[in-house]
């Protein structure tokens, strides 16, 4: 059964996770050649500017700024596609599946805009996608949904997919800071890129939610039909009174089956303390896969950065040498085209939640409220106003629990609640998990 | 690539875990065949009483008491291998292989004490054997180890692989009862075999040990080698006093390298409460993987019970429907060849450690302790004596932690401190986890 014929692989981009790649491949050479049964060889590097001198890059190799020049080397087996976004991302690697490569990547972005395309011009082409990397870096929940998983029906799925946005809530909780403060010293750090809008109004989770999801429930899921809201409408405030009610604050993002229909949500959720995804802290994500014969599994650690994501990457390229890839990638292709499940209309969404008013501080500021709450049939399960709070500017912050009640009836009272004078700013609704 | 021609199963043993796969075998038919690329035929299943009727079981399949049956029917590609304890399992084991079947098992027992020459009869005849059920239910650690952070020096697995003692635990601190009573009741409830001994005395976490240990670092570590205690020597007082000091008492099992060379132990161990794995409770199970590149990564779940065991028994049969079983096999194989490395002698263990001891209420016994373990090189850190605690007897339950020092040096110590006459009955020791 030894396959001793090298497996010849090409490295698009020679950023944090390509010279993290490098440099396992490097360092880990010969323990990698025997658990693919053949020497990996990094044969060729395209990068931006060939003239830069690299760590970790093997003696004689080809570095160029030519992608074509991997296309065209029929030695090159395998493309390690590590440039991110969608252009030139996409054409590249359109053309690596047309030249008759297989590939490689971890670009999130772009198996969830274009995975479907791909993976048809793959399969036309007897060519193979590895992908673990593209979702929650290091923690190989790709191969759990795909393969550990494959003798259960999955019920649920329930992730901490931004690392960004849960080292800047866990970070306002222990520091007492708020939401600004943090992000600056973030994006100081390195934590949070310059422009972090998609990880902090939870698209990057998102996304990630979509691919896991399709590969799940075979439902392809656009962004569009995913409930999706960001972090940057909470206030520390926020993660005090939950941590006070027994909850923590966590960008969620949830696949759910109820009945044939899926819930698909990204949101700021309150989780019991006392469940694991809620003691996730600062960057890393959890996932977390209920399946009918397996029950509730759970997968945590380092979401993204160099030496986690190329980890992923690098048990993508071993598994391709040793020749599981080609069976997974028919598998999961076959898994696609099961019946899809539809998605539940968000105004059925069914939860417990939990409801902040900034208000006027006087009397019959709350039965105003609890009134049109009332009306919507939206149960008040606990109510909280702190005396503390802010009362220099006269208004209060008043909290309410509610007892389950569906997204349309909020969505009802909403329309009402902000006709109330007595409500100032911006109110925020988050759901509970149970 | 599609292969449509049905894989021929057998199935040995229909008890809790058997009846389970049948179970899935049969709900889950269409969904497996997809993902397998070709049928899943349960074709013959062995029992101890064929008379007994059984649910899940396909029409016209041929139930007999005789293992023969399998060996001789050469349409069984694969044989289930559900018979738990060495004998006959082993012998059964053999003969599947040595008539050209491949196997998969949830046995552990058997893995840890026969798999090498077991691999090496089916590497012989170039066979496979699965077995990601034999360690940790339905968490999919084996592939995790194998395959999914194949691009790491794996640094260190801690888990807490046996959830009986877990959930004793769990049970002890939140009902404030004592190890006994505990017990009692899981047995009654099924949680607890009649003879836990191998559950609580840490046999069945280091067997499980041993093997992941075995597939991380290429070093086989036999039971007699692993430093191990059970959890019977707890008090209820051990997990409260823990609790006060910000640490969760767990029976971990850990394999560590340090430098070269591998600590190998089962016991009892102080961790600090913020981290996942002091947060898994009841009988739940957790192993996280410290990897050089992915960091730490943690899997969850449950580690035993019919199905999430059934869960995994049938992702090993669907891989090796595919074929990738037939390769990552060969991987292993390779795998376990790498050079090992050395067991680290008990005596140079170097942890923190928890001491108590029950002693007499009286002047002095803290100054004759603390001189035996300061003449040995032991730093005390911090000391606790409750007025409260059985000042009736007369005794009083001291607690010391200590700095950083070795096994050799407490040993030392202990030699000594057993000839104080102020020292009542047992004292115990556990490590305290980093």
């Known amino acids: 059964m030894k396959n001793e014929t090298p497996l010849n692989i090409a490295l698009i981009g020679f950023g944090t996770v390509g010279s993290g790649v490098a440099r396992i491949l490097a360092t880990q050479a010969e323990t990698l050649s025997i658990k693919a049964g053949r020497p990996i060889n990094l044969r060729r590097v395209v990068v931006r500017d060939a003239s830069k001198s690299r760590e970790y890059l093997p003696a004689g190799i080809s570095v160029s700024t030519d992608v074509a020049d991997v296309v065209n080397d029929p030695e090159i087996q395998l493309v390690v596609q590590l440039v991110g976004g969608i252009d030139p991302a ?6 690596f599946l047309a030249a008759g490569k297989d590939v490689v990547t971890a670009n999130k972005a772009l198996i969830y805009q274009h995975g479907e395309s791909l993976f048809q011009l793959a399969a036309t082409n007897g060519r193979t996608i590895g992908f673990e990397a593209a979702v929650a870096g290091g923690i190989p929940i790709i191969s759990a949904v795909t393969q550990a998983l494959a003798g259960n029906r999955i019920l649920s799925i329930e992730g901490i997919l931004n690392g960004t946005s849960n080292f800047i809530l866990t970070q306002m909780l222990d520091h007492e800071q708020t939401y600004e403060d943090v992000l600056k010293e973030a994006q100081a750090l390195g934590y949070a890129e310059a422009d972090p809008a998609m990880d902090v109004d939870g698209t990057d989770a998102a996304q990630k939610l979509s691919i896991l999801t399709e590969l799940a429930f075979a439902t392809r899921v656009p962004l569009e039909s995913i409930v999706r809201q960001g972090i940057d409408c909470l206030e520390l405030l ?40 809620a003691q996730i802290d600062g960057a890393d994500n959890i996932v977390a896969v209920e399946g009918d014969a397996v029950g509730m599994t759970t997968f945590s650690g380092a ?51 939990y409801l902040r008013f900034t208000v006027d501080d006087r009397a019959h500021v709350l039965a105003d409220i609890a009134d049109i709450l009332g009306r919507h049939e939206i149960s008040i399960s606990s109510v909280r106003q702190d005396e503390s709070s802010e009362s220099s500017s006269g208004t209060a912050r008043l909290v309410i629990m509610t007892h389950h009640t569906t997204e349309g009836s909020l969505r009802g009272a909403d329309a009402e609640l902000k006709k109330l004078a007595c409500i100032q700013g911006q109110s925020i609704r988050l759901p509970v998990a149970d």
Do not use: C, N, W
Request: glycine share 6%; aromatic share 6%.
């Open 238 to 277: 926020d993660l005090q009174v939950a941590q006070e009610l027994g909850y923590k604050i966590k960008l969620l993002a949830t696949s759910r089956l109820h009945g044939e229909r899926l819930e698909v949500s990204v949101q700021p959720t309150l989780i019991r303390g006392d469940r694991t995804i």
């Open 90 to 95: 996409h054409e590249y690697m359109k053309s």
């Open 303 to 353: 979401g993204a950065g160099q030496l986690p994501t190329a980890s992923a990457v690098v048990a993508d390229i071993v598994d391709y040498a040793t020749g599981r890839t080609q069976l997974t990638f028919q598998s999961i292709l076959r898994s696609l085209k099961q019946p899809s499940v539809s998605i539940q209309p968000q105004e059925e969404l069914s939860r417990r939640y």
